[in-house]
């Protein structure tokens, strides 16, 4: 037997009941040895009748006085009294229902009873607790998760059975140095302390193994795909060009703006490879500092790709990017997949002899046949969407590209030092003059109306609006549909105005129309799906209805918020919602209270863990069993030692580093995006 044996070959399961294992994700032996407990039951703390507290549990280790007897109270209930005794005192034992239990129970025979003590000092009482046989002392039970069909119980059985019929050794995929240098004792050791410890001091240890090791395993995949980075690069930068571009802006450049384009530039002249998070609330203006870096890499000869995460932000860059390069006559392009095949092929040809000098687009520009003659940076807007690996993929384009990334909305520090932990930062701290707060209102459905009157009154005074909706099309819950919605507002309510849909299964070309319609004034009023999430950018538009706001978690709504209040108007943010839970009322209030994007991530962060915190499934972080991805200490640990593994086999093909690199790339493996 080893890691790889399909479940279903081990005794007592078989088909149907792996099946259900599979449901929990158990599908190999290794799946189930990696299956920890979610809690432990100690029976080895025993507590006398008389000390037993009457809060919590406890176990007791007790004679039972006489067979249980049993009683029939009504149909279907029969409770089973017995006394039992730990020599000091007395307390009477019910079972409820149970008669298995209760017969199992032999007189003058020592168990151990784990549960709630209730009663009175005078006599006390235990119900349905968990019984031992006494000679089974001295261990700590294993809990697991379960499953309909598939209790604790059945999964110990099942983990005992895999070590009594020989165990099943696993690879170790930390290297014995690693090991050695950090004290930590060896994956098997661990993996059975794991599930059946002697005591909680090596329950500690083993499990802080197997923390450190998902972390460990977690860098280390990080940094494998982000490829063996050369600390120096060819893509020489010589000049700085920073002035010119700045003075052809319309607006003066904020302090913060200035910084970060000096932190890029500086460390480009010193040779070195830059690798740069760029972090900035929305509408701290991220994309003019990505501008001004660009300018300076392409006026010293080189070529730059920016890559979006949909066609209608990269279609949006390229239009601001033309506003600021074609007056310097420097030849840009879009490559998305809807560009048409012809069209396509010509971009290639003249990327490839090194005409064009930026090309912004989609994931569409890691297809191979991509090929730039001299990449030299490569800026990827995040928005949380493209999976790490895409963004070492274009890195590959080049000999050692400069490479910024540009997070859309603010992460907290101890996240981003899990996911960008190899990177530089710049922040943008400070938002550009004029802006003011974006006012925020949570309201219950029934005073839709009145909002929709507070929305036309911003449209006849010539300002525009966003209603955002969860979905698109009619579904049987009440969610409201975007479509239905955007047609019923049409007509009715707003009919006097021009209204918009857009949402993500429309044509790329019918959303770029529906944008530029509403970029150029003539869509007064757009319904949208969160497709708008992505940094669409009219400062003309004032004011955002939010549908089902329950469905958004709080940096989505902060990101979504983040559309308006970009131009001089005053902007008002109207939350709509009927759910009542706490948790949605806690985000409604945090909302409403501050406009402080870094605040509003650390409180998601807090709410929803870090994981979700990316959004389900888009962010391409596998799943941590035990750690945390802010347990900075063990994190920084982890980090340090993938990074010495690493600096001395930097594809890991050592055979002692193999494990680790088969262990590293099946972790992102299963959470590729797309
Ligand atoms: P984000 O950081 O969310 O990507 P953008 O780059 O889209 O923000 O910028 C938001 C808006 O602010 C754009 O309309 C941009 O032209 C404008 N902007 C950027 N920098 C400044 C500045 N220093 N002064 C005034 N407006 C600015
Ligand atoms: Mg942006």
Redesign the pocket.
């Known amino acids: 037997m080893d890691e790889k044996t399909d479940i279903k070959y081990l005794k007592t399961v078989g088909e149907k009941r792996s099946k259900l294992l599979n449901k929990i994700g158990i599908f190999t032996v290794g799946d189930l040895l990696r299956y920890y407990p979610r809690d432990y039951l100690d029976w080895s703390k025993v507590s006398s009748i008389a000390a037993a507290p009457f809060d919590g549990n406890c176990c007791i280790r007790a004679v039972v006085d006489h067979k249980p007897v049993g009683a029939k109270i009504r149909k279907g209930l029969t409770i089973y009294k017995t006394v039992v005794t730990d020599g000091e005192s007395l307390m009477n034992l019910t079972i409820y229902n149970n008669k298995y239990a209760a017969e199992s129970l032999c007189a003058g025979c020592e168990y151990l009873f784990y549960g709630k003590v209730t009663g009175n000092f005078h006599r006390r009482e235990m119900n349905s607790p968990l019984i031992a046989k006494a000679d089974e002392a001295d261990k700590i039970q294993p809990i697991y998760r379960q499953t309909a069909g598939i209790n604790s119980r059945y999964i110990e059985r099942l983990v005992k059975q895999v070590y009594e019929s020989g165990g099943c050794t696993v690879t170790d995929c930390i290297p014995l140095s690693v090991r050695e240098k950090l004290c930590l004792i060896e994956v098997n050791k661990a993996i059975r302390t794991m599930h059946f410890p002697e005591n909680y001091d090596m329950l500690a240890e083993a499990r802080h193994r197997m923390i450190f090791e998902e972390l460990f395993v977690f860098r280390t995949g990080l940094m494998l795909m982000r490829g063996g980075r050369k600390k120096t690069t060819p893509v020489n930068i010589k000049k700085d060009y920073t002035e010119e571009f700045f003075e052809s802006l319309p ?4 302090s913060a ?1 200035r910084r970060a384009v000096k932190d890029c530039i500086g460390q480009m002249l010193s040779q070195t490879t830059m690798n740069r998070l760029l972090q ?9 500092v990505a501008a001004a870096v660009i300018y300076t890499v392409v006026k010293n000869g080189f070529q730059c790709a920016f890559m979006a995460p949909t066609e209608i932000l990269a279609s949006q860059h390229y239009n ?1 990017c033309r506003n600021f390069f074609d007056k310097f006559n420097i030849r840009i392009a879009l490559l998305t997949g809807s560009v048409t095949a012809a069209k396509k092929r010509e971009i290639k040809k003249s990327l490839a002899d090194g005409e064009i000098r930026l090309v912004i687009g989609t994931h569409a520009l890691i297809s191979d046949d991509v090929i730039f003659k001299n990449l030299g940076l490569v800026i990827t807007d995040e928005q949380h969407r493209f999976g790490v690996r895409h963004r070492g993929a274009l890195g590959h384009k080049g000999d050692s590209p400069h490479t910024l990334v ?1 997070s ?1 909305t603010p992460i907290p520090r101890t996240l981003a030092l899990a996911v960008y932990g190899d990177l530089d930062v710049s922040v ?1 701290d400070e938002l ?3 802006r003011q707060p974006v006012e925020t209102y949570a309201i219950g459905s029934d005073k839709r109306t009145r909002a929709f009157n507070y929305v036309k009154k911003h449209l006849e005074s010539g300002r525009q609006g966003y209603i955002v909706c969860p979905l698109v099309e009619e579904n049987e819950s009440d969610l409201a549909s975007a479509q239905e919605y955007a047609e019923n507002i049409s007509k009715g309510f707003f009919s006097g105005f021009k209204v918009g849909l857009l949402h993500g299964k429309m044509k790329a070309a019918d959303k770029d129309s529906v944008m530029s319609d509403f970029v150029s004034g003539k869509i007064r009023l757009l319904v949208s799906t969160t497709v708008i999430e992505v ?1 669409v ?1 009219v ?1 003309n538009a004032v004011i955002m209805v939010i549908e089902n706001a329950e469905r958004f978690g709080l940096s989505q709504l902060h990101q979504l918020r ?1 559309r308006i209040g ?1 131009g001089q108007y005053k902007s008002t943010c109207i939350l709509i919602t009927d759910a009542k839970g706490e948790a949605v009322g806690r985000r409604m209030k945090i909302m409403t209270q501050t406009n402080d994007g870094f605040k509003i991530a650390d409180e998601d962060l807090k709410m929803r863990g870090p994981g979700d915190f990316f959004g389900a499934r888009q962010h391409g972080l596998p799943e941590m069993k035990l750690a945390q991805l802010t347990d900075t200490q063990t994190l920084s640990e982890a980090n340090r030692f993938a990074e010495e593994v690493l600096s001395d086999d930097s594809e890991l093909n050592k055979p002692e580093n193999r494990p680790l690199k088969e262990a590293a790339e099946s972790l992102f493996k299963s959470n590729v995006m797309n």
């Open positions: 607006f003066e450049p904020t703006q900035g609330d929305v509408g701290s203006g991220k994309t003019a601001t540009m859309a943008l550009p003059p004029g940094g950018d400062p983040g970009r």
